[in-house]
C-alpha cells in the first residue's frame, strides 16, 4: 500500500474494527492502517455477512485520492 499523504509504501498492518449502532451489530466494517513514516490513517468499508466476513472489496474512505507528491519535512524522515 502506498500512503497518499507521504507517499512511502508501507506493508498490510490492517486492523478490522465492527460497527455498532445503539450497541448492537450493523452489517458494516471498517478496517485502519497507519503509516510507518507519518502516522497518517487509511480507513475503508466494507458490507459484511452474519458472520462478520467482508463482502466484496474493501472500499477506501480516507484517504480518498492520493496527493502528488510529499512535503518536504516529511519526505525527509521517511523509513526505508
Not at 486492523?15 to 502516522?39: D, F, I, K
Not at 468499508?45 to 472500499?59: A, K, Q
Request: charged residues 20%; aromatic residues 8%.
Amino acid at each position: 500500500m502506498k500512503c497518499s499523504r507521504c507517499s512511502v509504501h508501507f506493508g498490510d498492518n490492517w486492523e478490522p474494527h465492527y460497527m455498532l449502532r445503539n450497541g448492537q451489530g450493523t452489517s458494516w466494517a471498517y478496517r485502519t492502517a497507519e503509516c510507518p513514516c507519518c502516522a497518517e490513517l487509511a480507513v475503508e468499508v466494507s458490507r459484511t455477512d452474519r458472520h462478520g466476513e467482508p463482502i466484496g472489496d474493501w472500499v477506501p474512505i480516507n484517504p480518498t485520492t492520493p496527493v502528488a507528491g510529499a512535503p518536504d519535512q516529511i519526505a525527509r524522515r521517511r523509513v526505508h
